[in-house]
């Protein structure tokens, strides 16, 4: 096997000249003892290998079945058949190894999500999911070409972390402690003291303390890494392990970081259209075919492409929480007694029906809200003139809901201290971010980017289980 093999996306790119190609993948389908389908995941598409039975041993071709594992040599010949433009003529096969056709669970048909779930080591060789993983590969490419592109530094914040201030949800805690029996303190409870590292440690929920830290030195950076939420919701828009952005950058406000969101979005969206056509258009049929199976009121109105299309080229709605309460307090679904939470007062925070309906029904593009209040947003969020308002802004996105949260930050010392009182946060365990407002303190901002909201925004997926390799949820880590 000295000669270089080609991909199957190579070989499809060439003219056919009789050349000799060889090629290693997975058959997807053996048709008349004659077409074998090879996908190497380089592409959504197949070769054709075309085999002469007569040529081969029985034992070999017993073995060609789908899901086998070949290597494949033999000519480059412009196809007879209809589909592809070229196929190789089989002169040389070896079986690395082969699938017992009895028992491979992926067949060449029509398999449920919820059956591949349980299949997460085997279901990148369906279409689908080899599509999604490539898309969630060239979207993440296009997050650090974007952020390197303009001036940012890739900042890698810790994933334990000891800060517990955050506020951003449940926390899976990081012990060596022996379960069984943990030291104890004199007052009965366990003495993290004799822990690993000495106290409380969890994973991180975020990591934007931490980048805040770096902007305040670097300029603008960007973290890109896994968080850890232990709520215990099974929706189809939280993963307890997921991916998230998170830009930081000094000397912006919340317009700037508005504006950079808005422009980041964008041009991520516009990267994938440019450069993964094959399998968005693959991805928009799917979608297709799935929404002619629903009612008429939940099918979305346009084609998946198009839809990247209008947020890549439109603006975005900006409007602030106090604008959003007036029209959801004036709105059918509202008036009605539709929603299961009712509008009623200021300063409720908003449910995803609301999100929903301000993005999918009132303005039907993407929507930033900002200038929510004060009692709902966490404590590092910078405090507006009225006293009751902080400038947070989160994009909510149709078919998705919050895509992005993010937030002008507090840079004020005496301020800042205060809320932190206010909340009862010990301020000693911040004592390092206060820090960042006693020596060189400036107006800074971020936002936080969920990565796999934005690749089921990308791929029309509907379960955020279905666009990350193995999802992470409660009763629920198999692989
Ligand atoms: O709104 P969140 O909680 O914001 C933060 O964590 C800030 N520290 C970000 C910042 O300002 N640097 O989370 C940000 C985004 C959400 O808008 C959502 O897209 C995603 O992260 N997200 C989740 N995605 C999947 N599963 C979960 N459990 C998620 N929780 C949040
Ligand atoms: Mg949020």
């Known amino acids: 096997m000295s000669m270089k093999t080609s991909s199957v996306t190579e070989l499809l790119s060439l003219a056919a000249t009789g050349q000799e190609v060889t090629v290693n993948g997975?058959?997807?389908?053996?048709?008349?003892?004659?077409?074998?389908?090879?996908?190497?995941?380089?592409?959504?598409?197949?070769?054709?290998?075309?085999?002469?039975?007569?040529?081969?041993?029985?034992?070999?071709?017993?073995?060609?079945?789908?899901?086998?594992?070949?290597?494949?040599?033999?000519?480059?010949?412009?196809?007879?058949?209809?589909?592809?433009?070229?196929?190789?003529?089989?002169?040389?096969?070896?079986?690395?190894?082969?699938?017992?056709?009895?028992?491979?669970?992926?067949?060449?048909?029509?398999?449920?999500?919820?059956?591949?779930?349980?299949?997460?080591?085997?279901?990148?060789?369906?279409?689908?999911?080899?599509?999604?993983?490539?898309?969630?590969?060239?979207?993440?490419?296009?997050?650090?070409?974007?952020?390197?592109?303009?001036?940012?530094?890739?900042?890698?914040?810790?994933?334990?972390?000891?800060?517990?201030?955050?506020?951003?949800?449940?926390?899976?805690?990081?012990?060596?402690l022996d379960p069984k029996s943990p030291p104890q303190t004199s007052e009965g409870t366990v003495d993290f003291g004799q822990d690993f590292f000495g106290k409380e440690t969890n994973l991180t929920v975020s990591g934007q303390l931490e980048a805040e830290a770096y902007a305040m030195g670097l300029g603008k950076v960007y973290t890109f890494g896994p968080t850890f939420r232990a709520e215990n919701s099974n929706t189809s828009r939280h993963l307890a392990e997921f991916w998230m952005?998170?830009?930081?950058?000094?000397?912006?406000?919340?317009?700037?970081?508005?504006?950079?969101?808005?422009?980041?979005?964008?041009?991520?969206?516009?990267?994938?259209?440019?450069?993964?056509?094959?399998?968005?258009?693959?991805?928009?049929?799917?979608?297709?075919?799935?929404?002619?199976?629903?009612?008429?009121?939940?099918?979305?109105?346009?084609?998946?492409?198009?839809?990247?299309?209008?947020v890549s080229r439109n603006e975005f709605k900006r409007i602030t929480y106090t604008e959003a309460i007036e029209i959801l307090k004036n709105s059918k679904p509202n008036k009605k007694k539709k929603f299961q939470y009712l509008i009623e007062e200021w300063g409720i925070d908003l449910q995803s029906e609301h999100e929903r309906y301000l993005v999918e029904k009132h303005f039907n593009c993407p929507v930033i809200l900002y200038d929510y209040p004060a009692k709902i947003k966490a404590f590092y969020m910078r405090l507006n003139e009225d006293g009751k308002t902080v400038r947070a802004m989160d994009i909510l996105f149709p078919g998705i809901g919050e895509i992005v949260g993010g937030s002008q930050r507090e840079e004020r010392l005496e301020v800042l201290q205060e809320k932190i009182k206010a909340l009862g946060i010990d301020e000693k365990e911040l004592w390092w971010y206060l820090d960042l407002r006693r020596y060189g303190t400036a107006e800074h901002s971020g936002f936080g980017l969920g990565f796999e909201r934005m690749v089921q925004f990308v791929t029309g997926m509907g379960n955020i289980r279905d666009v990350i390799p193995f999802p992470r949820t409660p009763q629920n880590a198999e692989f």
Not at 37 to 65: H, M, P, W, Y
Not at 99 to 106: G, M, Q, S, T
Not at 264 to 269: H, P
């Open 245 to 310: 952005i998170e830009p930081e950058m000094a000397f912006y406000d919340l317009q700037d970081n508005m504006n950079l969101a808005e422009d980041f979005i964008k041009n991520i969206i516009e990267y994938v259209l440019e450069h993964c056509e094959e399998d968005l258009q693959f991805l928009q049929k799917r979608l297709e075919d799935e929404e002619k199976s629903k009612p008429q009121h939940e099918r979305s109105s346009m084609p998946l492409i198009e839809k990247l299309e209008f």
């Open 26 to 176: 997975w058959v997807k389908a053996f048709r008349s003892n004659r077409f074998i389908a090879l996908n190497d995941g380089s592409t959504l598409r197949n070769i054709q290998c075309v085999v002469d039975f007569e040529k081969f041993e029985e034992d070999i071709l017993k073995q060609i079945s789908t899901g086998a594992a070949l290597w494949v040599k033999g000519v480059l010949v412009e196809s007879q058949g209809r589909g592809q433009s070229v196929e190789i003529q089989v002169n040389d096969i070896r079986i690395h190894g082969g699938a017992n056709p009895e028992n491979y669970p992926i067949q060449p048909k029509k398999h449920s999500m919820e059956f591949l779930r349980e299949q997460a080591h085997l279901r990148v060789r369906t279409n689908t999911f080899a599509a999604v993983m490539r898309l969630r590969s060239a979207l993440a490419f296009a997050i650090h070409h974007y952020f390197q592109k303009n001036g940012f530094y890739y900042m890698h914040s810790p994933i334990i972390t000891g800060s517990d201030a955050e506020g951003a949800g449940e926390m899976f805690r990081v012990t060596t």
